[in-house]
């Protein structure tokens, strides 16, 4: 990699906080590595939030405010506050500020939909596993029962706003959805393919860790499936209309190697990746309740070292060619005040 093209990477006038508001989730996808034992961010963490924010501003001119989770809509009482707090400290700054969640769009009703528009979020990721059948055996809520006809629902009530937004519809691709996938691209040029503010990014579904992804035949000649079912978008005009919504094939470093962006948990303990929660190399420190924060130098030089050596791999993904720490050990979480069980009732 030329070291010149990275530079823009290394912008020191942007800030992105990953929050995640709560590690609980109202589903149980049968490919998911998180394992939920950390409820609702606590009040205190919240504050720390928002002082962190306070001090970063002065040297910023752009603040990217990004939710992931668990869900983070059984937050959401968290998700407003924060965006409120950070737009208007943004506005009166004269700083940028986006916002964008990762959700699995079940509790995107209409309403909250249009409060999160207002607090200035602007971007979603939403999965979708195929068709309504297909879909609902592996995003299954945590009663068991699908998810889909809700998701679409919301999709659909999104479209006919008059909001500007883009919405990442991710379809998760594994051997045994490919002609409900198929079914499904049908019905989303249908219903969206006229409107540029919903893009198709194609995803084959990998072993992210823990049990019950073993279970799921996964693909092993992922990008040829993946070109396969873009072709058939492109062949139906769909990129004519969005340009930009094709799996993008430019260089582009993963969050975790850019040293600002940081991933406050929901127990106030950060990291730099949103996967690897259970490896002692991405707990790189915590937020204190001032609004400081403290880091491991080393292991965040760990993250960052793509972009002294150029490497292109530990770019894309750090943490799959970062050397193994000295033990591997689950992570200890900061401070817990209270037991799993306590903090996983806290209202929403």
């Known amino acids: 990699m030329d070291k010149s093209t990275l530079a823009s990477f290394l912008d020191p006038r942007v800030f992105e906080l990953i929050v995640l508001p ?85 509790g995107l009703d209409r309403g909250t939909f249009e409060t999160l528009s207002r607090l200035g979020m602007n971007k979603y990721q939403i999965t979708l ?37 883009f ?8 051997k045994n959805n490919l002609d409900s996938v198929h079914e499904l691209l049908v019905r989303l040029n249908a219903e969206f393919g ?12 990998g072993n992210w860790g823990g049990e019950s992804v073993k279970q799921l035949d996964l693909l092993k000649d992922s990008r040829s499936v993946v070109a396969g079912f873009q072709d058939l978008l492109e062949s139906w005009g769909w990129y004519a209309a969005r340009p930009y919504g094709k799996n993008d094939t430019e260089f582009k470093p993963c969050y975790a190697a850019v040293p600002n962006s940081l991933v406050v948990r929901a127990d106030g303990s950060l990291a730099k990746c949103t996967v690897a929660f259970h490896d002692a190399r991405n707990s790189i420190g915590r937020i204190n309740d001032d609004g400081t924060v403290e880091l491991e130098g080393e292991k965040m030089k760990q993250f960052m070292r793509g972009f002294e050596s150029a490497d292109e791999d530990a770019l894309t993904c750090p ?6 720490a000295a033990t591997e050990i689950k992570v200890i979480r900061f401070e817990k005040k209270e037991s799993i069980a306590e903090r996983a009732a806290l209202p929403v």
């Open 129 to 165: 596993d195929g068709d309504e059948e297909e879909h609902n055996k592996t995003r299954k809520l945590i009663n068991g029962r699908g998810s889909f006809e809700r998701i679409w629902g919301n999709l659909l009530a999104m479209r006919d706003s008059k909001e500007q937004f």
């Open 194 to 205: 006229a409107d540029p503010r919903y893009l198709v990014f194609m995803k084959a579904v």
């Open 319 to 324: 943490m799959k060619t970062m050397p193994k």
């Open 167 to 174: 919405a990442k519809l991710r379809l998760h691709v594994h």
């Open 22 to 106: 709560t590690e609980q989730c109202n589903f149980r996808c049968t490919y998911c590595y998180e394992d939920f034992e950390i409820g609702q961010m606590q009040a205190n963490t919240v504050e720390a939030i928002k002082r962190l924010i306070l001090r970063r501003l002065p040297k910023v001119e752009r603040f990217i405010l990004t939710w992931f989770g668990g869900e983070p809509l059984m937050a959401k009482g968290i998700v407003y506050e924060l965006c409120a707090f950070a737009q208007s400290e943004c506005d009166k700054a004269g700083i940028q500020f986006w916002s964008n969640m990762t959700t699995n769009a079940f």
